[in-house]
Each structure stands twice: as structure tokens, then as C-alpha cells.
Nanobody, 123 residues
Framework: QVQLVESGGGLVQPGGSLRLSCTASGRIFSINAMGWYRQAPGKQRELVASITSRGNTNYADSVKGRFTISGDIDKNTVYLQMNSLKPEDTAVYLC?????????????????WGQGTQVTVSS
């Protein structure tokens, strides 16, 4: 099947930076878009940033100017560079992929999630 593996989370002081990576593997035919969501305790999951296969990006207002999403299509990998981190950025960050997978002779569009990586911004 398909797996998403995230890396790069951790503890950082306010104003610091982190870079998250997410790689999709498996029987992938094509990727339509990948993105990062986050979920803090007691809050709903929210979109942080996304990028399409054409390179179009979308950001939450709260991260514009601080976070940058980029993708390496050949490696099925998406990155999230996070700068000027704030305590309110603390959350579990989850990678999402909207892709088409191969199943025998069929091509099936599906939505996949990674297990999440913790980002904690604290002094």
C-alpha cells in the first residue's frame, strides 16, 4: 500500500526554526497534492500549508511569511520550513497526501495521513 513517513519535529525555543520532511512510498502512480496539518490539544485539526503537483501553494494566515512548503516530486517528498516559531505553533504536525495509487490494473485516488510529528515551541 502507501505509507507517509514524517521527520524533523522536536523542541525549539521561540524564534527558532525547524524543518519537517514527509516522504510517501508504496504503489504510487501520481501525487496530486501534499500538505501539512496540525492539531494542538483540545483544538481541531487545521491546515498549515499545502502544495500541488504544479507547485501551487496555500498557507494558513497564521503562518504566512514564517513557514515555507516545498516539494521534491521525484522523491515523493514534501518539506515544511518553519521559521520564527511561536509557542502557539506547538502541535502535532501531520502530513497528508492526495494521490493516485496502483491496485492491480486499477488506479485509485485516495487520501493518506502520516502518524504525526510533535513540534514544541517553548523556552
Amino acid at each position: 500500500q502507501v505509507q507517509l513517513v514524517e521527520s524533523g519535529g522536536g523542541l525549539v525555543q521561540p524564534g527558532g526554526s525547524l524543518r519537517l520532511s514527509c516522504t510517501a512510498s508504496g504503489r504510487i502512480f501520481s501525487i496530486n497534492a501534499m500538505g501539512w496539518y496540525r492539531q494542538a490539544p483540545g483544538k481541531q485539526r487545521e491546515l498549515v500549508a499545502s502544495i500541488t503537483s504544479r507547485g501551487n501553494t496555500n498557507y494558513a494566515d497564521s503562518v504566512k511569511g514564517r513557514f515555507t512548503i516545498s516539494g521534491d516530486i521525484d522523491k515523493n517528498t514534501v518539506y515544511l520550513q518553519m521559521n520564527s516559531l511561536k509557542p502557539e505553533d506547538t502541535a502535532v504536525y501531520l502530513c497528508n497526501a492526495d494521490l493516485v495509487r496502483s491496485s492491480g490494473y486499477r488506479k485509485i485516488r485516495d487520501d493518506y495521513w502520516g502518524q504525526g510529528t510533535q513540534v514544541t515551541v517553548s523556552s
